[in-house]
């Protein structure tokens, strides 16, 4: 059973997160559950001008997986604070905002500008944005261009509000990028985040969704055991193609603290907070079956429909 | 428990259940109970289908489909229905549920459906192929505000076109254009927008179908001085706001470039603000 859970010295009311670029604006995603429900919102990469986002098709489909370049679109750190933020916190959601820079002076220029903002309760740290080229953002290669820019983001941060380092998801460099990161200060490492691939066209993108859910979870546990044996204390949370109760287990399993969940938004709205229900459920016996929720049409079954809300949920559950 | 809740207002994700399904010359109408969907619709709003089963599913992004009808049948309150051209592997899958199937539908989605003229002005309605759809319901609530309503339906074939039966029913015109000349004018669908706007004297042309269409409603309806409310059918992989992958370069009120999401800031735009030159089109949309 999943409670709530410590992740970089935050407590969240569920393990669950929603991944970053997967929930709008927040707005959109409210209407299907109270932002409550989750353990954190993590918004869409915020820089520090606004940006309009990258040409159509920004989102294709691949086998069992999605291909994007959205390009960043948002409207830049003060719009975003004075009028994306304070709706969110007013939603009920714990908030952690996702940001990148064309320069580890641009990093922190917007990172500082998110410390002296009320209402944020984490940064996450970009470095592993698949189509930074085209949105113009720097995405280190190296370790130690990890441990530079996390450096300069956590210098601007006051006690209390922890940085989460996104790095890449490749299973064989994850570990020592998720060093690099604790080194330079990062609470937390996000482990797992959409693969370097490329639309049909040869336009960079990210590949995110079932596809690289194995590569993901495999990268969490190799950053679990090197972060282990290198005595680094920090906090992973695992994302990557998780879509079921059990996807979310398994990456839990792995030693991961928290769980993000993007694309599978994207097909199913409710996803993240039907995974947040299962995991606060006892853990029952392995089924000898597929894992109910595989089957489980339950979930959106149309009784439920009209009770999107957690209070609902709780009072249905059979305790 | 808790009384009747007060109707709310945002989407829902549900299992629907396929009531019926029925062939009508190349397009598939699917009946579903989707309780919680059909209340909520407005003329203009969709639904988005997820393809395949929960658990074997690998195709990801979801498809768009208007709304068609919304009406009781049997214990449901409103049933909703689609029409569904099968051109590529989504459509072709839905097209082929069938009574009992199940299938994953949020809906009713879109920020903006159509809006609705004050005065009880002469309107016209232009749709090609199974955009047609969301036509029929807004016809119907012009009507009730006593709005003369001529409709101008095109297809490729006659195959293709939709319920002229029926449009005869509600509007007081209906001009029809099929490329093939099987039924109607032989042409395009545009070439005829001119005259149906003149003989009109329409204050406000709706239009729902592919980007070329809706540029020329655009065009056509500024030229003999009308409102235009175009419902666009652009690639949508989510259809509920969340990914920013449906984006739509319009002018905003204050005259400075933006750029929208189809599926939450639309999908009905008006005309004159959408930027269509810089709108791409998905390479074989029609
Ligand atoms: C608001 C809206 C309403 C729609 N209503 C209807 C309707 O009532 N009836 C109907 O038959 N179809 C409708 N469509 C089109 C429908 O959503 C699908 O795009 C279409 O059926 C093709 O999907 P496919 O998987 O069969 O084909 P494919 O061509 O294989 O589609 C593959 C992918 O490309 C996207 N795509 C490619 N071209 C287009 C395009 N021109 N428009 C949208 N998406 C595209 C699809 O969404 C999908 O992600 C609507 C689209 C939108 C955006
Ligand atoms: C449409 C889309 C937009 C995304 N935008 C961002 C973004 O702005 N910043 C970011 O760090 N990750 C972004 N991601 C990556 C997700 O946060 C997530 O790490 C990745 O998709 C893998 O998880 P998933 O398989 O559950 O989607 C985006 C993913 C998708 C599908
Ligand atoms: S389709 Fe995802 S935001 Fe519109």
Redesign the pocket.
């Known amino acids: 059973m999943t409670g709530p859970v410590r992740l970089a010295g935050l407590t969240l009311a569920s393990p669950v997160l929603v991944a970053s670029g997967c929930g709008g604006t927040g707005r959109e995603l409210a209407g299907y559950a109270p932002l409550s429900t989750y353990g954190a919102f993590v918004t869409r990469t915020i820089t520090l001008t606004a940006r309009p986002g990258g040409p159509a098709?920004r989102?294709?489909?691949s086998p069992a997986g999605l291909l994007h370049a959205t390009g960043l679109p948002n409207p830049g750190l003060t719009a975003f604070c004075a009028t994306e933020l304070p709706a969110l916190v007013q939603a009920g959601a714990r908030v952690v905002v996702s940001v990148a820079g064309e320069s580890v002076a641009e990093v922190a220029e917007v990172v500082s500008g998110l410390a002296r903002t009320s209402g944020v309760s984490a940064v996450e740290l970009a470095l592993s944005l698949p189509d930074a080229e085209v949105a113009g953002v720097r995405t280190p290669r190296e370790p130690f261009a990890t441990t530079r820019l996390v450096e300069a983001a956590v210098a601007q941060l006051p006690p209390g509000v922890p940085l989460l380092a996104k790095i890449w998801p490749d299973p064989v460099r994850a570990p020592e990028h998720a060093r690099a990161a604790v080194e330079g200060g990062a609470a937390a490492v996000v482990v797992g985040g959409a693969q370097p691939a490329a639309f049909p066209d040869g336009r960079h993108a990210g590949l995110s969704g079932p596809a690289v859910a194995p590569l993901a979870l495999r990268a969490v546990a190799e950053v679990v055991k090197s972060l282990d044996l290198a005595g680094l204390r920090a906090d992973v949370v695992g994302c990557g193609g998780i879509a079921t109760v059990a996807d979310a287990r398994a990456h839990l399993d792995a030693g991961a603290v928290a769980v993000a969940v993007g694309s599978a938004l994207l097909t199913d709205p409710t996803a993240a907070a039907r995974i947040a229900e299962g995991l606060a459920v006892p853990e029952r016996p392995a089924p000898e079956k597929p894992a109910p929720e595989h089957a489980a049409p339950e979930h959106v079954a149309p009784e439920q429909a009209e009770h999107p809300a957690p209070e609902h949920r709780t009072q249905e559950d059979p305790a | 428990m808790s009384p009747e809740p007060t109707r709310p207002a945002g989407p829902v994700h549900v299992l629907a259940e396929v009531l019926a399904g029925k062939r009508i010359g190349a397009?598939s109408h699917l009946t579903l109970a989707a309780p919680g969907v059909g209340e909520r619709h407005r003329p203009g709003s969709?639904v988005a289908?997820s393809?395949g089963a929960p658990g074997e599913r690998t195709?990801l992004?979801?498809?768009?489909?208007?709304i068609?009808q919304v009406r009781a049948l049997g214990g449901h309150a409103a049933t909703v229905s689609?029409?569904?051209?099968?051109?590529?592997?989504?459509?072709?899958?839905?097209a082929g549920l069938s009574r009992g199937d199940r299938v994953e539908v949020t809906g009713p989605?879109?920020g903006r459906a159509f809006a609705l003229p004050k005065e009880p002005v002469p309107v016209v309605l232009v749709g090609e192929?199974?955009?047609s759809?969301?036509l029929f319901a807004l016809a119907e609530r012009l009507r009730e505000r006593d709005c003369p309503v001529h409709l101008l339906l095109g297809a490729a074939d006659e195959a293709h076109l939709l319920s002229a039966l029926e449009a005869r029913r509600i509007a007081r015109t209906v001009t029809v254009a099929t490329l093939d000349g099987s039924v109607g004018v032989k042409g395009p669908t545009a070439a005829l927008l001119p005259d149906v706007l003149r003989r009109s004297g329409a204050a406000v042309v709706y239009a729902?179908g592919?980007?070329p269409l809706l540029h020329a409603v655009a065009r056509a309806a500024e030229d003999h001085g009308a409102w235009s409310q175009v419902?666009?059918?652009?690639?949508?992989?989510c259809?509920t706001g969340l990914c920013h992958g449906?984006p739509v370069p319009v002018v905003g009120e204050d005259g400075v470039g933006r750029t929208v999401r189809?599926?939450a800031e639309?999908?009905v735009l008006r005309g004159d603000r959408v930027r269509w030159d810089d709108l791409s089109?998905?390479?074989?949309?029609?």
């Open positions: 098709p989102v294709l489909e | 397009f969709f289908v393809v195709r992004a979801r498809r768009a489909f208007w068609h689609l029409v569904v051209d099968p051109v590529g592997p989504g459509s072709r899958w839905l989605l879109g192929g199974a955009h759809a969301p729902a592919p980007v419902a666009l059918g652009v690639p949508t992989p259809a449906c189809a599926c639309g999908p089109v998905p390479g074989d949309a029609s």
